[in-house]
């Protein structure tokens, strides 16, 4: 089972420091999950796009724009699925994964990036006020996982 190791909203950062040395505030846009499910996959049919990215704050990264203004945002995978890298590549822009019959895989949990421990960081954002929103429970709709 996954569990929520670290909510959405204000906390205190597991890594960053204020100034005097202490532990920094800071909001948290998303909920960083732990357990034994280490294979995400994608169980929706309502996806516009993806897109897949890397940097030193949240590792390898991949976005699913979902219809009506949603993004999914997954962090600190140890890999992203090489279909999607590969269709993403491709010509068709990866248009060929937006139709959906069976859960999709997304990525293995990991630890890349700013990050303490393997964990999953899941974000859900929506475009139009440019706003983080809590994606407990929200996720259980989009995601499933395994062993
Ligand atoms: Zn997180």
Redesign the pocket.
Known sequence: MLRIS?PFGDRFHPILKDDKGKPLKKF?N?I?LIGDEKYVMLNTDKILGFSVDKDDINGNKIRVHLHGGYLLIICHLEYISKHIVEALKSTDKGVSLKKLNEPLFLGKMGTTGRSTGIHY?ISIYRIKDSKYLNPDPTYKNLLTFEV
């Open positions: 670290s948290h998303g960083d960081h």
